[in-house]
């Protein structure tokens, strides 16, 4: 009888032991597959990063170029002496006017814009996979984490040289806790 019971302890035990490796080998597995779809996302949104604030100065330089050209248009046209000179001034300036307002009433089609709102909402769908990504991430390290701390797994997490710490949690840097200066980013 004590033989029986010493059996069933062992066998107890070892489907205990094999339940809990698979377990943990199952979220550290899923924990690196998990991280491994956020990284490429990460470094997608690097690499994106860089296009928008080049559209976004190209944008901005176009208009710049415009409102500047109508400026030195008008500062002629206010500076012109003689009749011709008038006449050459005003033409120049009526040419930007015409200029400006047809791409005032053409902006929300300019082709620049829409290359920048391309962007735009690649940058949120790459934003929108991370924060899921970083999810999903999260909740099978607080499995892992769970399974590897607690009894019994944490016997078995130690019989088997899994550790707790391995898999860390996603946490947001301080850096970007403060959020970026955009005026910086568009100056450069």
Same mark, same amino acid.
């Given at each position: 009888?004590?033989?029986? !019971? ?9 489907? @205990? ?7 943990? =080998? ?10 491994? !779809? ?9 690499? =994106?990063?860089? &296009? ?9 330089? $176009?208009?710049?170029? @415009?409102? &500047? ?6 500062? *002629?046209?206010? &500076?012109?002496? =003689? ?28 082709? #620049? ?8 909402? $690649?940058?949120? #769908? ?8 970083? $999810?999903?991430? #999260?909740? =099978? ?16 997490? *130690?019989?088997?040289?899994?550790? #707790? ?13 403060? *959020?970026?200066?955009? *005026? ?5």
């Amino acid at each position: 009888m004590i033989e029986w !019971l010493i059996l069933a302890v062992v066998v107890i035990l070892v489907l @205990l032991a094999l339940y809990y490796y698979n377990r943990l =080998t199952g979220l550290n597995n899923q924990a690196e597959a998990d991280w491994k !779809l956020i990284d490429p996302l990460l470094q997608q949104r690097l690499d =994106t990063i860089p &296009n928008l604030i080049a559209m976004a100065k190209r944008i901005m330089k $176009q208009e710049m170029d @415009l409102f &500047n050209g109508i400026a030195k248009a008008r500062e *002629g046209a206010m &500076n012109a002496n =003689t009749v011709p000179e008038k006449i050459a001034a005003n033409k120049a300036l009526g040419g930007m006017l015409l200029n400006f307002y047809a791409r005032a009433e053409a902006y929300p089609q300019m082709r #620049s814009n829409e290359n920048m709102q391309t962007v735009m909402e $690649q940058l949120a #769908s790459i934003e929108d996979k991370i924060k899921y990504g970083r $999810q999903r991430y #999260s909740y =099978t390290v607080k499995d892992y984490k769970n399974a590897t701390m607690m009894m019994p797994g944490v016997l078995f997490a *130690g019989l088997f040289g899994f550790k #707790s710490d391995k898999w860390p949690y996603y946490e947001a840097d301080e850096g970007a806790r403060k *959020g970026i200066d955009a *005026g910086k980013l568009l100056a450069e």
